[in-house]
DNA sequence: CCGTTTCCGGAATCAGGTTCATCTTACTGG
DNA sequence: CCAGTAAGATGAACCTGATTCCGGAAACGG
């Protein structure tokens, strides 16, 4: 019996107003914390949280499992409307959008694509597969080097998702961005250099 | 009176047995060792390192400058026997390096490249400013685009050094800057693409 | 050798995450 | 509508680790 009956309803009600509760901190700049204070918004005890989480990570993991929902999503919408080497483009743009969307998304995209924290293996794994897609449709159309694997550029996204809250962070982000964008393509295509600022 | 008289002979000694148990601690690949651990293999009480650093994280830094200097002083040197953009080239490369080197060199470099860390800002500055010089006389060269300065390509390196332990990690990391080594030259050059296995 | 000053030791304190024995409450069949 | 029971909630206690702090000990200057 892989999956017992439904939650009970209070279950239920709790479990989504931990899941609020923490959401709602991680994107008002509190990704540090605490869990007795997740608790006491969310107006249960401590040891509710831990009903239904295994550990506080795994309930940071569960509130930004939707994001990363929508962000493996995007990428093959954009290659519905777009080349493959625009798609790739907007989507590296759309990742440092939503580091900026907040703190907390910020923290969470980072862990997912710089380290080896096991509780984002999942979220990673699934980035890496839709990076592939852009990165595959890229090489098939020519404009992009078919040397680089969708983990591989993960990695190299990480540290740009590190790095909220320095002044004028988010046009570095977008700098760093281009080029990364420009070494994809480095040797594949013919078009200028993408614009980086002046 | 900025630097008072010199340490006692006992502090000095004390002093220097713990930064010699935490530097062998962090190259054997236990970052996270505990306070009281390091100050039992340096003979000493916890109350003494905390005479000497304020803090864990104090420490740690302590332990890097060393390393830190050695790779801000590398820039200098390879732009005295290569190209520009050789030069450039095998600095990131030594960075994957001395990421190898150890666990918790890595850890460093990571703190210092890709966070905001204040702890590291005195690091990071230098860092950067070693980058600035690699990357002024490229540019100056005509080797590789102007638009970029060391700060940026810093943070875009952070991601580098958080991925030790993954199974392939260096080749990994090799590619990675590769990656940024050709976006530099983007449309700056007419070399072939760096080769990056396949 | 004595008075000072600087250090050292290590138990106590603090901070947060996690656990667990006990009390409640929602669902169930009758 | 009610008792029985399993699922859920509680929150004080516990654990791990960093940090503090108050005597006691050691070095230095004379």
Redesign the interface.
């Known amino acids: 019996m892989p999956s017992s009956r439904p939650l009970r309803s209070d279950a239920r009600r709790n479990r989504e107003a931990v899941l609020t509760s923490a959401r709602e901190a991680f994107l008002a700049g509190e990704p540090g914390i605490r869990v007795e204070e997740i608790a006491r918004r969310a107006g249960v005890a401590v040891g509710t949280i831990y009903r239904h989480f295994d550990t506080r990570e795994a309930l940071v993991e569960e509130v930004y499992r939707h994001e990363v929902d929508e962000l493996c999503a995007a990428p093959a919408a954009l290659l519905d409307e777009h080349a493959p080497d625009e798609a790739l483009r907007r989507f590296l743009l759309l990742l440092v959008e939503h580091a900026a969307v907040g703190k907390g998304m910020s923290v969470a995209l980072?862990a997912i694509?710089?380290?080896?924290s096991p509780v984002f293996g999942d979220a990673r794994a699934r980035m890496a597969q839709a990076l592939d897609l852009l990165l595959g449709a890229g090489a098939a159309s020519g404009a992009v080097?078919?040397?680089?694997n969708g983990?591989?550029?993960l990695?190299?996204?990480?540290?740009?998702c590190?790095?909220r809250?320095?002044d004028g962070w988010q046009d570095?982000a977008v700098?760093?961005t281009?080029?990364?964008?420009?070494?994809?393509?480095?040797?594949?295509a013919d078009a200028?250099?993408t614009a980086?600022?002046?």
Chains 1, 2 share one sequence.
């Open positions: 980072e694509m710089a380290t080896d080097r078919g040397d680089v983990r591989t550029l990695r190299a996204l990480g540290g740009v590190g790095m809250a320095t570095e700098r760093i281009g080029l990364l964008f420009d070494g994809l393509r480095f040797g594949a200028a250099p980086v600022t002046h």
